[in-house]
C-alpha cells in the first residue's frame, strides 16, 4: 500500500512565528488530505488538496502531485495552533482509503 | 448542529465484554469510515461503507463487526474484548470519490480495557 511520511515529529515554536509542515507519498494520489488534532482529541479537516494550492486564513497547503509531497504553511503560529497535523493520502484504485502518516507535534509557545 | 456524533465517548469495560459504539451523520454522506487511533496517536482505516455496503475492510480481528442499517448511521460491535483493543475509535463520513471527498470525524470513543 501507499506510504506517507511527514516531518518533522516535533516542531516547537514561538507564538507569531512562521513553518512548514512536510508529506511525502510513495505513490500517486486521487485524495490527500491534512487534519489538525487538538489537544482534547478532536480532529478537523484542513484541507482536501490531491493537488494544487488552497490557502484558508493563516494556513495554506501545496501538493506537487508529480513530485509526490504535500506541504503546509502556518503563518503567525498562535498557542490554539497547538496539537498534532497529519497529512492522510489515498491511491488513484482506491481513493477512499486514507493512510495516516505519523503526524508532526506542534507546540506553540506564548 | 453536529454533523457527526458517536457515542459513548468513553467506555470502560473488563476484558471478554461485549459492547457497541453508535456512529451517526447529518451531512448527507454517501460513505462512512471506523478509524482506530492507538497510544501513539497512530490512526488506522478499519471499515468503510458506502450506502449500506461495505467497500473496505482492513486486517481486523472477527470479533470486530460494523453494521450499517442506513447510509446516516454506521455501527461497532466488539465481541470478546482483549487488553489491545484499547484506544480512541474514530468514526468519519465524506461524500464519495471523484467528488470532494473531504473526511469529517467525530468527536471519538475512547475504549478502555481493564
Known amino acids: 500500500g501507499i506510504q506517507v511520511e511527514q516531518s518533522p515529529p516535533d516542531l516547537i515554536l514561538q507564538e507569531g512565528a512562521n513553518s512548514t509542515l512536510r508529506c511525502n507519498f510513495s505513490?500517486?494520489?486521487?485524495?490527500l488530505q491534512w487534519f489538525h488534532q487538538n489537544p482534547w482529541g478532536q480532529l478537523i479537516n484542513l484541507f482536501y488538496?490531491?493537488?494544487g494550492t488552497k490557502q484558508n486564513g493563516r494556513l495554506s497547503a501545496t501538493t506537487v502531485a508529480t513530485e509526490r509531497y504535500s506541504l503546509l504553511y502556518i503563518s503567525s503560529s498562535q498557542t490554539t495552533d497547538s496539537g498534532v497535523y497529519f497529512c492522510a493520502a489515498a491511491p488513484w484504485e482506491s481513493a477512499r482509503q486514507l493512510t495516516f502518516g505519523s503526524g508532526t507535534q506542534l507546540t506553540v509557545l506564548p | 448542529d453536529t454533523a457527526v456524533s458517536q457515542t459513548p465517548k468513553y467506555l470502560v469495560t473488563q476484558m471478554g465484554n461485549d459492547k457497541s459504539i453508535k456512529c451517526e451523520q447529518n451531512l448527507g454522506h454517501d460513505t462512512m469510515y471506523w478509524y482506530k487511533q492507538d497510544s501513539k496517536k497512530f490512526l488506522k482505516i478499519m471499515f468503510s461503507y458506502n450506502n449500506k455496503e461495505l467497500i473496505i475492510n482492513e486486517t481486523v480481528p472477527n470479533r470486530f463487526s460494523p453494521k450499517s442499517p442506513d447510509k446516516a448511521h454506521l455501527n461497532l460491535h466488539i465481541n470478546s474484548l482483549e487488553l489491545g483493543d484499547s484506544a480512541v475509535y474514530f468514526c468519519?463520513?465524506?461524500?464519495?470519490?471523484?467528488?470532494?471527498?473531504?473526511?469529517?470525524f467525530g468527536p471519538g470513543t475512547r475504549l478502555t480495557v481493564l
Open positions: 505513490d500517486s494520489v486521487n485524495n
Open positions: 468519519a463520513s465524506s461524500r464519495a470519490p471523484p467528488r470532494d471527498s473531504t473526511q469529517y
Open positions: 488538496i490531491p493537488s
